[in-house]
C-alpha cells in the first residue's frame, strides 16, 4: 500500500456511491481548527457526502447523467485534533499521493475550512497558472489573532509563500489592511457580486484572465448569499446566487485551459438549515463534474 493511504480513512461516499471510475476522485478534509466565529466544518465532509445521497445525480448545466460516469471515493484524511501544521504537512502529504497514484483524474476536496486549500496548492504548485476563489472575504490578512496560517490568513499565505495569483469572486468583506494589500500587489484581482446591468462583463472578464491557462478552483460556501447558504462559519449578506455561481463556473471550465482540481470549503453542518447548504455543496460537485466532463472527455 502506498504511504500516503495511511494517512486516509473511508467510511461513507459521496451520493452514497463510489463506482471506482477514475474520472473523479474525492477526498474529505475534515479541519476546523482555526475557525474564528462558528466551529463546525470537520463535520462537513460527512454531511456534504450524506446530502448528495439524497438528490439526483443528473447535471442540468450539462444535461449529463452522473451516475451513469462514476467517480472514486478516498474517504478523509486523518487529521490531528487542533495541530494546524501536522494537519497542513499530511493534506500535502496525501494530495501528492493523489497526484501521483491518480494521472489525469479530476480531484475535489471536501473541506473543513479554508486554510486547507494552502497544501493543496503548495502540492500542484507547479501545474496552477492562476488561482480563483470564491469567498465573501479576502482571507488576505498577514496574520489573524497573532497566527500566521488560519483561514483568514490563506490567501495571503498563497500569495507570499507561493507565488500564485488570486481572482477573488464574490469578494465583498475585507479589512483596511486586506485592501492596502491588494491595492499594492499586482496578484490579487477582485469581482464584486455582480450587479445585473453588468453581468456579461463579468463573464468576459472570467473568459479573458482564465483563457489558455491552468487553473484550480477553490469555493468557499460563503460566497454565496446567506439566503441560500445560511450553514457557513462566517455568513456575510449580498451574496452570490447559486445560479451565479455555477454559471461563472461554467465559464471558467469551458475557457481554461485545464482545471487542475476543486475544493468546496466552509460548509457549516451546525449553523445549517435542514442541509440547505450541504445539498447544495453536493450539487456544485454534481454540476462541476458535468462540466469537466463535457469540456474534456
Not at 161 to 181: Q, T, V
Not at 249 to 271: F, H, T
Request: charged share 25%; with cysteine.
Amino acid at each position: 500500500m502506498t504511504v500516503w493511504r495511511h494517512l486516509v480513512s473511508n467510511s461513507y461516499t459521496f451520493a452514497c456511491q463510489d463506482t471506482g471510475d477514475r474520472l473523479l476522485g474525492i477526498i474529505g478534509l475534515p479541519m476546523d481548527w482555526t475557525t474564528s466565529y462558528f466551529p463546525g466544518t470537520r463535520f462537513a465532509p460527512a454531511r456534504i457526502r450524506s446530502a448528495a445521497c439524497n438528490i439526483e445525480l443528473y447535471s442540468f448545466l450539462t444535461r449529463k447523467d452522473i451516475e451513469s460516469y462514476g467517480y472514486i471515493d478516498l474517504g478523509d484524511v486523518s487529521l490531528p485534533n487542533g495541530d494546524v501544521i501536522e494537519s497542513l504537512k499530511r493534506i500535502e502529504i496525501v494530495t501528492k499521493g493523489f497526484i501521483e497514484d491518480y494521472p489525469g483524474v479530476t480531484p475535489v476536496f471536501l473541506g473543513g475550512e479554508h486554510l486547507v486549500t494552502y497544501p493543496i496548492v503548495k502540492a500542484f504548485a507547479d501545474e496552477i497558472d492562476l488561482l480563483l476563489v470564491f469567498d465573501a472575504h479576502g482571507d488576505l490578512r498577514s496574520d489573524y489573532l497573532g497566527v500566521k496560517y488560519s483561514h483568514a490568513t490563506v490567501s495571503r499565505r498563497i500569495v507570499e509563500d507561493l507565488g500564485k495569483k488570486i481572482l477573488i469572486i464574490g469578494g465583498r468583506a475585507f479589512s483596511k489592511e486586506e485592501l492596502d494589500f491588494i491595492s499594492h500587489s499586482n496578484e490579487v484581482d477582485v469581482i464584486p457580486p455582480p450587479l445585473s446591468s453588468n453581468w456579461s462583463e463579468v463573464l468576459d472578464f472570467i473568459k479573458r484572465v482564465t483563457s489558455n491557462r491552468s487553473v484550480y478552483i477553490s469555493i468557499d460556501m460563503d460566497a454565496v448569499d446567506p439566503g441560500y447558504a445560511p450553514g457557513v462559519s462566517n455568513p456575510e449578506p449580498l451574496g452570490l446566487t447559486p445560479f451565479e455561481l455555477l454559471s461563472i463556473l461554467k465559464e471558467i471550465v469551458y475557457s481554461s485551459k485545464n482545471i487542475i482540481g476543486l475544493d468546496v470549503v466552509e460548509v457549516n453542518p451546525l449553523r445549517d438549515v435542514n442541509d440547505v447548504t450541504s445539498i447544495l455543496a453536493g450539487k456544485i460537485v454534481i454540476e462541476f463534474y458535468g462540466l469537466i466532463l463535457d469540456r474534456f472527455h
